[in-house]
T-cell receptor, first 116, second 117 residues
């Protein structure tokens, strides 16, 4: 079984500043994938970034980067140069990386508010 | 291209009534998922369809919940004899295959907000 913990129910960040959203996980699977999704007030879940447990480098996608520390079982999302449109709920999720794997386990999310 | 489409976007129903929620996945996506999101909570897995395989119904909370996927495309989630605790946003997602990963993330619809009065 997997478990995702997001300890920050809400975060505030000044526009143009960087912000880190925390995510820790627990799994007994040797290989797994980690995801971050953004959910604006419109409700749609938007895929942001993916990190495989055996990837040698931290994933980056534009202003998003994933600070992956395998030994600490953490997969924090870093958003650089925050924009007002970044205000949303952010969910960390994981899945085992094995054939037939399909279940994503989600954390409870962090609400990010970007202040002008 | 078109994303995952869900209807209705909002549904208000009286306790005890049955409701049907519809999901139209992205064309070509073989995997289809239903999740439930209660207020202020993360996503709770309900059911998963992959191609013609038997669905994984392990997340359905009770026998009042059922889902089907016709022709490997459109899916319907049915809740019978609705209860107030069924009030939530029901999210549908699809992906290219069963192994989620960078090349096959889940693509979500906007959800159906169900309110049981």
């Amino acid at each position: 079984a997997q478990k995702i913990t997001q300890t920050q129910p809400g975060m505030f960040v000044q526009e143009k500043e960087a912000v880190t959203l925390d995510c820790t996980y627990d799994t007994s699977d040797p290989s797994y994938g980690l995801f971050w999704y953004k959910q604006p007030s419109s409700g749609e879940m938007i895929f942001l970034i993916y990190q495989g447990s055996y990837d040698q480098q931290n994933a980056t996608e534009g202003r998003y980067s994933l600070n992956f520390q395998k030994a600490r079982k953490s997969a924090n999302l870093v958003i650089s140069a925050s924009q007002l449109g970044d205000s949303a709920m952010y969910f960390c999720a994981m899945t085992p990386s094995r054939a037939g794997s399909y279940q994503l386990t989600f954390g409870k999310g962090t609400k990010l508010s970007v202040i002008p | 291209g078109a994303g995952v489409s869900q209807s209705p976007s909002n549904k208000v129903t009286e306790k005890g009534k049955d409701v049907e929620l519809r999901c139209d996945p992205i064309s070509g996506h073989t995997a289809l998922y239903w999740y439930r999101q209660s207020l202020g909570q993360g996503l709770e897995f309900l059911i998963y369809f992959q191609g013609n395989s038997a669905p994984d119904k392990s997340g359905l909370p009770s026998d009042r919940f059922s889902a089907e996927r016709t022709g490997g495309s459109v899916s319907t989630l049915t809740i019978q004899r609705t209860q107030q605790e069924d009030s939530a946003v029901y999210l549908c997602a699809s992906s290219l295959g069963s192994l989620t990963g960078y090349n096959s993330p889940l693509h979500f619809g906007n959800g159906t907000r169900l309110t049981v009065t």
